[in-house]
């Protein structure tokens, strides 16, 4: 991260747009998501879609930084699209917004290579907070979907035997979907340390991403909300 960025307060509005391509087979949701961040600072809805294929199509041509996504969809499902996107435009963040939040699913997900996951029960400003998370290159999980991820941990160890302690601290922080500034903060180190460590913990891991990061730290216990 950049001084300028560093010096930045977190409560201006982002630097640029964020184009927000929403997809889900029900009209009436699409309008209700649509009615709901339109009008915020920062963000554009730049279309919508009713399922994976139109997603990527309309893609090719929107060039979206952020596609907000449902799962059960008829003629190309969520899961396949998060993967095609992950495959054919990995510079696009997807945030999963659905009503399942079976921990199964969730991982899956991740795994294709989603950014966040929250329910359709989340606030307005729970929504653009994940938005804003995910382009922003962190992982964003609402705390019903982090609930069922995190809280039925079957106590194992954290497998975790080539990072320090603080990387394994940096690690599971950014799981939680933390920015590089608010791990510095809660750590007090600057922000160029944690950078330092997180160019670290991908190369033992050899993991690049921050959903794959995430997804290591789940699988691992890492991450336990009380």
Do not use: C
């Not at 930045?8 to 997809?23: D, E, G, N, R, W």
Request: charged share 20%; no cysteine.
């Amino acid at each position: 991260m950049s001084i300028q960025q560093e010096q930045q307060s977190p409560k201006q509005p982002p630097k640029h747009t964020i184009k927000v391509l929403l997809v889900d087979d029900h009209p009436l949701v699409l309008d209700g998501i649509q009615a709901r961040i339109e009008g915020v600072p920062g963000i554009e809805v730049i279309g919508q879609a009713h399922n994976g294929l139109e997603a990527l199509e309309h893609a090719k041509h929107s060039s979206p930084n952020v596609v907000l996504m449902d799962v059960s969809m008829p003629v190309m499902n969520g899961m396949e699209a998060t993967r095609r996107f992950q495959t054919d435009f990995p510079a696009i963040k997807v945030l999963i917004l659905t009503m399942h939040d079976n921990k199964e699913y969730i991982l899956q997900l991740m795994q294709s290579g989603a950014s966040g996951y929250i329910l359709k029960d989340v606030s307005s400003d729970e929504l653009i907070k994940a938005i804003e998370t995910v382009y922003q290159g962190n992982t964003y999980f609402s705390q019903s979907a982090s609930q069922t991820l995190f809280n039925n941990s079957e106590a194992a160890q954290p497998q975790t035997q080539n990072l320090t302690k603080r990387e394994e601290t940096v690690l599971k922080l950014l799981a939680e979907g933390n920015s590089n500034k608010g791990i510095a903060n809660e750590l007090k180190i600057s922000v160029r340390t944690v950078e330092t460590h997180r160019q670290n913990i991908k190369g033992k891991l050899d993991i690049h991403t921050a959903a794959g990061l995430a997804k290591y730290a789940i699988e691992h216990n890492l991450v336990q909300l009380s």
